[in-house]
């Protein structure tokens, strides 16, 4: 029989001979549905659950009072606590903390008044500070600002949900702290010691170092100050031939090509050093004197010379205006050694940088000497390619 004829079932009875087997049952070919709308599929949900078979040893059955802290993000704007918002934050709280089941009932609990809710977590607060111990007010202000850390209120939130209470339910203490405590004791256990957090600090503390930061700043900014005054008072060293290097009180980086240079102080004047790792600033050097271009008074001390190891010694224990400048210093000498290139010692010049003021005026006023002195070393640098300071 074909599959078009319809659906052979065969008879499972026992043997009677010979073509004597349960016969064959045809059923007729089921007619098709008809088609209908399709149905959107319903979304799925899935939750996570917790398989509180795999904790053993002593459960805890409440929570901790310092995850009352959790619950106060729930506040309203007005100061308010919702008696829905609150069971979800306290039910996901549970979850999380707890492997015992969830109470019953929590949500209608806190819905016998209207300010239940709110009343709810001031007494969590108020039992959170009888609990640790925090009776001065400092202590006490900590506590609101660990609590309030969550919340877009902040420190305000207990002053607003007190504000809120006061509006709704001028007596709400004496009518309403009994029921709500009953509820507190349900869920948390208040009957343990609890303290805050050992890593918080709140925003007097936080105010404390900043002010302590400040002060250090501002002390640090005057020492830099005080510093500075006194390298302007220090006289240029003129004379670079014959340097007392067992003499040197002080040093000082400054920014420049080449990796900048140091400030050198020996007693009340100042010169400059500089690691010349390229020949071309002793070429530039003796160049400068063919062409006639004033340049500073320059010298050079051979890394293989005695005096540079005098040298070496004296800058390394003189006073750095920055502690880590004496890293650099030391890796300079040392690449000096390394390389065999000298040590540039140069005079230092005081006076105004060309972006200054004085320079500026000079150029409105097309001052000839400032002008023939530049020319000079615009052709000195063209011929050397110093490009940089091109």
Known sequence: MSDEAGYANVGKGPTKGKGKGSPLAVAPKPKPKAAGPSKASAPAFKVKT???SQF???RPTKLRMMAAQQVVVAQEANGHFDAAQLAMKLYRTWEKLLVSEFPSGVRVDLSGDVVDATVFVVRLFERFIERSGSADDDER????????????AGNRWLDDAFSWLQAQQPGWRETRVQHVDVIVDKLFATDEECMLPAGFVDNKELQAKQQELNEKFASAQMESLRRAEVWTANH????LGAISWDKVTAIRWLMGGGGGCYMVRVEDQKFIVKGCIDEGDVLAHEFSKFVGVQVVNTRFISPSSSEFQTASLGLEAAEADEPEMHNYLQKMLAMLRTKGCP???????????LRGRSASERFVACDEGLIRTLGGFLAMDSVLNNWDRL
């Open 50 to 52: 917790v398989d509180r």
């Open 56 to 58: 053993s040893g002593a």
């Open 141 to 152: 202000y900590r506590v609101i600002s660990w609590f309030g850390s969550g919340t877009v």
């Open 236 to 239: 240029p060293l003129s004379e």
């Open 343 to 353: 040590l540039m010692v140069m005079e230092f010049l005081d006076g105004a940088t």
